[in-house]
C-alpha cells in the first residue's frame, strides 16, 4: 500500500538516459534512421508521441508508403529506396500483402526492438531542449503520459525526425513555413498566393460489408450540405483509405498549431461523406456498408522547413542537378495542392515529374545555425516547391539512412555534422552508406577492404539473352509499346518478333533512347521502321542498322494498332522490361506530360511498366545475342539496374548455378555480404493494395557458400530480402568463396548484383 501526506509538494519521477544519438520522431524517417545508427554500433534513443511506430504509415493514419517508384507510374525504371526503407517494405511484402496497417505497425515495432542498441520510448512528448551554448543542444526534455515519467535525454548529437521540427524550434534552428516567391530562387512553379502556400492535411476512413442493411445516423457535427465540396460526385462506395487523398484541409491555416481545428473540419467532412453515401439513396450498392474505421489523428504534409547549408529547389529536381555530397535520391513528382483542399475548385493536386531521379545533397540534412542537429524526413532543407516531391514518406526514410551513417562518423572522428562535408568525410560516409545498399545515382562502391575487389570471379555459366522464347499470351497494341534491352556499345542486333494482323495494315517500330543515359525516358529517335502486314501470323525482322556510343538501354517502341497483337514471353529476367505509354490518373500520367511553358517543367512521354502477373517481356530472339550479365558485374559496384543490369545472371539451363571469388593467397573472411534482386521497380505500397506475390520473382531463395575445400560454410532456405549478411564467428580462412545459387524459378534465372567480403 502507497499512502502519502497531501501536503508535501510532488513532482514527477524523473529519468536520464544517455546515448550516442537522440532521434526526436518515430514515424517511417525516425525508424529508419534509428536502425541504421544502431547497426553502424551507435547507442540510439528512439522518442516518440503516439502508442505506435511509423507516423503516416501506422495504423492510425494508414497511407501508404510511396518514393521514386510512384505507383510505377512515371519513368523511373528500378527506383525503390534501398537499405532499411527496402528491407522493411519487404518484409511487409512476405508478412502482409494484404495490405494491413496493423501488421504493418506489428512489422516497425518488431525491427526497433530487435536492434539492441535502441532505447525506444512510446507515448513520450519532447517539450524542452536544453542548450549548453547557443548554437549547441545538450538535451531534450520529455513527458511519457503513460507512465507519468518526464525524461532527460542527453547525447552530443540530435535528429530532428518529428514532421514539425519540435527540437529544431524549440533549439532556435533557422526554418521556413510556407512557399517562397518566383524570384527567391528563381523557381517557375512557385505558386500564386490565390493556389496557397501551404499543403493541408488529411483525414481517411474505411468501410465494411457487414452481409446485411446497416443505416447511418451522422453526429450533429457532420457536414451537412455536401455541395460546398466541389469533386462531392466523385465521392463513391468503393473508394477508402488513402485513395481519397484529396479529402484535404487546412493549407491556409497554421498547419503546427491548429491542427486540431483542422482535424475537427475533417471529421465534418468524412462524416459528412459518410452521410451522404449512406442516405442520399445515390449509392443503393452501400446498403449493407458500415464505417469501420475512422483516422484519429490527421496525416500532415507540410509545416516547417529547416534551413541546411544548401536548400534544394525546382531546378536540383528537374535538372537532375549533381551534388559532390549527394547522399540519397528523390523521384515523386513535384506534388504541390490548392490550400482550400477539398473546398478548393481546383485540382486536388498539380504533379509534375521529372525524367528521372535527382540527388539529395548532404547539406541540406542537417541545421545550418545549430551545430549538432541533423535533420530528417520531410523537415529537410528544401524550398516549397521542391519539398513537394522530397516530403513523401520513402524519400524522407532514405534522407534519414544517410544521416544515420554522418552521424556514426561523427562519433568516431569527434566530427559536428557540417565537418563531415567541410573535412573531407563524404566519400566515406557515401562508400559505407552504398554498403547498407543505399544508392546514389552516379556513384560506385569501390572499399579498399573489400576482399570482392581483389578477386578472380568466375560463373559456372553467364546468360546471354540471345531469345524470349514465346508462350500462349498475345497482347493487342491497344497502346504503344516498348521492350527494355541493355545494350554494349556498337551496332544494335537484330531482332526477330512474332505479330498477328487482323488485317492487312501498317506497323511502325522505333528504336530509341533517352537523352541522358541512365534515365528511361525516351525521347531520341535512332532508326524507325515501318511494316505492311498481311492478315494473320507472320515474324518481323527488326535490323535497325544503327549503332549506339555508350552501353544504355534502349527502348524497342511499337506503335498503337488496336489491330495488331504481338506474342509476349514467360521468361522474365533481372534487369529486363516491358514498359507501355499508357495512363495512370494517380499520379497524373496521362500518357504525356504537357506543361505549361512558363512553369519550367520538361514535356516528354511516360513509358511505364505493368504490375504483375502482367509486365511480360516481349517474345523476340536477338542477333548476336546480348552478353551484359557477366560474373564480373558484382565488382562493379552498383548494386541495381541503372544504364546496365549490374547483375551477373547465370544461364537458365544451368542445372547448379555458382558464382566462384577466387584469390591468389588465402583470405580470413568474417563478413559477407550478397545482394540479391527483390525488383527495385515494385513500387510495394505498405497498405489498401493487394499484391500479387510475398517474394519477389527474381530474388535467390535458396543459397550455400563453399569455402576451397568444399565444404559447406553457410545455408540459407527461403530467403527474400536483397541484402543477406553473413558473419562468421570465427573467420574463414579460405583461397575461394562458392557460392551455389538456386534458380528462383523454371521461368527466372538466377542473380546476383553484388558480393563484399571484409576481413
Known amino acids: 500500500m502507497i499512502k502519502e501526506d497531501s501536503t508535501i509538494y510532488r513532482s514527477l519521477t524523473k529519468a536520464v538516459y544517455i546515448a550516442d544519438l537522440v532521434v526526436v520522431g518515430g514515424g517511417l524517417a525516425g525508424v529508419c534512421g534509428a536502425i541504421t545508427a544502431a547497426r553502424q554500433g551507435l547507442k540510439v534513443i528512439l522518442v516518440q508521441d503516439r502508442p505506435v511506430l511509423g507516423g503516416n504509415s501506422s495504423s492510425e493514419v494508414r497511407l501508404w508508403i510511396l518514393g521514386a517508384t510512384s505507383h510505377m507510374g512515371n519513368n523511373n525504371r528500378w527506383a525503390r529506396e534501398g537499405g532499411v526503407i527496402n528491407e522493411i517494405l519487404i518484409e511487409n511484402m512476405y508478412r502482409n500483402p494484404e495490405g494491413n496497417g496493423v501488421i504493418f505497425d506489428t512489422i516497425l515495432l518488431d525491427k526497433v526492438v530487435s536492434e539492441p542498441n535502441i532505447t525506444l520510448l512510446l507515448n513520450t512528448s519532447v517539450y524542452e531542449v536544453a542548450k549548453s551554448d547557443a548554437d549547441t543542444i545538450s538535451a531534450v526534455i520529455a513527458f511519457c503520459s503513460q507512465n507519468q515519467m518526464q525524461y532527460e535525454l542527453r547525447a552530443p548529437l540530435f535528429c530532428d525526425a518529428s514532421g514539425d521540427g519540435i527540437v529544431g524550434f524549440l533549439a532556435g534552428a533557422a526554418f521556413r513555413m510556407g512557399a517562397e516567391s518566383s524570384e527567391e530562387f528563381g523557381e517557375k512553379f512557385a505558386p500564386s498566393a490565390e493556389y496557397g502556400e501551404l499543403l493541408g492535411h488529411t483525414l481517411y476512413f474505411y468501410s465494411k460489408d457487414t452481409g446485411k442493411p446497416v443505416r447511418y445516423v451522422p453526429p450533429a457535427y457532420a457536414l451537412d450540405d455536401i455541395t460546398r465540396i466541389p469533386r462531392y460526385r466523385s465521392f463513391n462506395a468503393q473508394e477508402f483509405g488513402c485513395k481519397l487523398w484529396w479529402i484535404e484541409y487546412g493549407g491556409r491555416l497554421d498547419t503546427v498549431h491548429e491542427t486540431e481545428t483542422i482535424k475537427w473540419e475533417l471529421w465534418k467532412v468524412v462524416y459528412g461523406v459518410w452521410n451522404y453515401i449512406k442516405n442520399s439513396g445515390k449509392f443503393p450498392e452501400a446498403e449493407n456498408l458500415t464505417l469501420e474505421w475512422v483516422g484519429q489523428i490527421p496525416g500532415k504534409r507540410e509545416s516547417r522547413r529547416f534551413e541546411g547549408d544548401y536548400l534544394v529547389r525546382q531546378q536540383d529536381i528537374v535538372e537532375q542537378r549533381t551534388h559532390t555530397d549527394a547522399v540519397a535520391f528523390g523521384g515523386w513528382s513535384i506534388d504541390l495542392h490548392p490550400a482550400d483542399g477539398v473546398f478548393s475548385e481546383k485540382p486536388g493536386c498539380n504533379q509534375w515529374h521529372s525524367k528521372g531521379i535527382y540527388q539529395i545533397p548532404y547539406r541540406s540534412l542537417y541545421s545550418r545555425n545549430i551545430s549538432n542537429l541533423f535533420l530528417a524526413g520531410r523537415l529537410i532543407s528544401v524550398s516549397h516547391v521542391a519539398f513537394g516531391s522530397t516530403r513523401v514518406m520513402a524519400t524522407g526514410a532514405y534522407i534519414s539512412q544517410a544521416m544515420a551513417v554522418a552521424a556514426r562518423f561523427c562519433k568516431d572522428h569527434q566530427l559536428l555534422p557540417r565537418d563531415i562535408f567541410e573535412k573531407g568525410y563524404i566519400h566515406q560516409v557515401q562508400q559505407e552508406l552504398q554498403k547498407t545498399g543505399q544508392h546514389i545515382p552516379g556513384h560506385a562502391l569501390h572499399d579498399p577492404l573489400d576482399l570482392t575487389q581483389q578477386a578472380t570471379v568466375t560463373a559456372s555459366s553467364e546468360w546471354v539473352l540471345n531469345e524470349f522464347p514465346a508462350s500462349e499470351i498475345s497482347k493487342k497494341l491497344l497502346v504503344a509499346e516498348a521492350?527494355?534491352?541493355?545494350?554494349?556499345?556498337?551496332?544494335?542486333?537484330?531482332?526477330?518478333?512474332?505479330?498477328y494482323a487482323e488485317t492487312e495494315t501498317l506497323l511502325e517500330v522505333k528504336l530509341r533512347v533517352s537523352e541522358k543515359i541512365g534515365n528511361f525516358t525516351p525521347e531520341i529517335t535512332l532508326g524507325e521502321l515501318q511494316f505492311r502486314l498481311r492478315p494473320g501470323a507472320q515474324h518481323i525482322e527488326l535490323d535497325f542498322g544503327c549503332s549506339i556510343s555508350e552501353a544504355q538501354y534502349v527502348f524497342v517502341c511499337f506503335g498503337k494498332n488496336p489491330g495488331v497483337s504481338l506474342t509476349f514471353s514467360d521468361k522474365r529476367v533481372t534487369g529486363v522490361l516491358t514498359v507501355f505509354n499508357s495512363i495512370n490518373e494517380a499520379v497524373s500520367n496521362y500518357g504525356k506530360q504537357t506543361p505549361a511553358e512558363e512553369i519550367g517543367i520538361d514535356e516528354f512521354e511516360f513509358w511505364c511498366p505493368q504490375r504483375r502477373p502482367d509486365g511480360q517481356n516481349l517474345a523476340m530472339t536477338i542477333t548476336p545475342g546480348i552478353a551484359c550479365f557477366p560474373a564480373a558485374n558484382i565488382q562493379n559496384g552498383v548494386s541495381r539496374p541503372t544504364h546496365q543490369p549490374n547483375a551477373w545472371v547465370a544461364s537458365p539451363e544451368d542445372p547448379n548455378p555458382a558464382l566462384t571469388l577466387s584469390w591468389s593467397e588465402p583470405q580470413a573472411i568474417r563478413e559477407v555480404i550478397?545482394?540479391?534482386?527483390?525488383?527495385?521497380?515494385?513500387?510495394?505500397?505498405s497498405v489498401l493494395i493487394h499484391h500479387p506475390e510475398t517474394v519477389m520473382p527474381?530474388?535467390?531463395?535458396?543459397?550455400?557458400?563453399?569455402?576451397?575445400?568444399?565444404?559447406?560454410?553457410?545455408?540459407?532456405k527461403g530467403n527474400y530480402q536483397t541484402l543477406n549478411h553473413l558473419r562468421f564467428e570465427q573467420p574463414v580462412r579460405t583461397r575461394s568463396l562458392v557460392i551455389h545459387a538456386s534458380h528462383p524459378s523454371g521461368e527466372v534465372p538466377a542473380?546476383?548484383?553484388?558480393?563484399?567480403?571484409?576481413a
Do not use: N, R, T
Not at 483 to 499: D, E, F, I, N
Not at 698 to 716: A, P
Not at 751 to 758: G, K, M
Open 483 to 499: 521492350q527494355m534491352l541493355p545494350l554494349s556499345a556498337g551496332k544494335v542486333p537484330v531482332m526477330v518478333v512474332q505479330a
Open 674 to 685: 550478397i545482394k540479391f534482386d527483390a525488383d527495385f521497380d515494385h513500387p510495394m505500397e
Open 698 to 716: 527474381f530474388c535467390v531463395q535458396d543459397y550455400q557458400v563453399l569455402d576451397d575445400s568444399g565444404k559447406v560454410i553457410f545455408v540459407k
Open 751 to 758: 542473380a546476383i548484383f553484388e558480393v563484399l567480403c571484409y
